[in-house]
């Protein structure tokens, strides 16, 4: 069973920030978030992961809430290319050994 | 660096025929895992190989199968294939000499059965 909570769908106009938020409850102490998006059913593309505090790279920024129960990922200059579906993931299992529960994602919608 | 590596990208088979998909995992890591995507279900762990052997596998019929070769290449097996098998199959690969890495997907191959 999914572990993740997102909407289905959002637009977000081009050049400002997209957010997007990620509900997992009943996410247990040692397990990461796990961002990626998809486009035109290609492979998933990694975008960002993180445990307890707040991570930025190139791409985007993650936020995580102090109970962990939810966390939002930021595209801070969202363009054209970043229409796609979004997927937090809740990485499960123990060390030497993870699998990805993928939710249902959000259909980002860049307009322009 | 070379990405993840599936072949084939396209497939049509038969109700009842067998498929085998295959996955070159990005060099260097050693874990590859398996998952099948459709339009109902989405995103489904189907299995994760690590040095030859299976670590961890999903909720799915023993029809699905899959083994790792020594160089960490993969293979899944379908057999008896089934109306609903129809889905894009994603491979993806993990973990260096450092540790474990994120999940590194490649393109799918997506497969039609008839």
């Known amino acids: 069973d999914a572990k993740t909570t997102q909407p289905p769908s959002m637009d977000c106009a081009e050049g400002r920030a997209a957010n997007l938020p990620c509900n997992h409850s009943t996410i247990s102490g040692n397990e990461y978030v796990y961002w990626y998006r998809q486009i035109h059913s290609q492979g998933p593309q990694y975008i960002i992961h993180g445990l307890k505090n707040n991570e930025t790279n190139e791409m985007a920024s993650l936020i995580i809430t102090e109970d962990r129960k939810s966390s939002t990922l930021i595209l801070p200059h969202a363009t054209l290319r970043d229409t796609a579906v979004y997927y937090c993931?809740?990485?499960?299992?123990?060390?030497?050994?993870?699998?990805?529960?993928f939710g249902t994602g959000t259909r980002l919608k860049v307009l322009a | 660096k070379a990405g993840v590596t599936q072949t084939p990208r396209y497939l049509i088979k038969t109700r009842g025929q067998q498929v085998t998909l295959s996955c070159s995992p990005i060099s260097g890591h050693r874990s590859v895992s398996w998952y099948q995507q459709t339009p109902g279900q989405g995103l489904q762990f189907l299995f994760e190989?690590?040095?030859?052997?299976?670590?961890n596998k999903g909720n799915f019929p023993g029809r699905f199968s899959g083994r790792q070769f020594s160089n960490s290449r993969s293979e899944m097996n379908v057999s008896t294939l089934e109306l609903g098998d129809s889905a894009l199959y994603l491979c993806?690969?993990?973990?260096?000499?450092?540790?474990?890495?994120?999940?590194?997907f490649g393109q799918g191959t997506r497969l039609t059965v008839v």
């Open positions: 993806a690969s993990s973990g260096g000499t450092g540790g474990y890495t994120e999940a590194f």
């Open positions: 190989y690590f040095s030859e052997t299976q670590r």
């Open positions: 993931i809740v990485r499960v299992g123990v060390a030497g050994t993870y699998k990805y529960i």
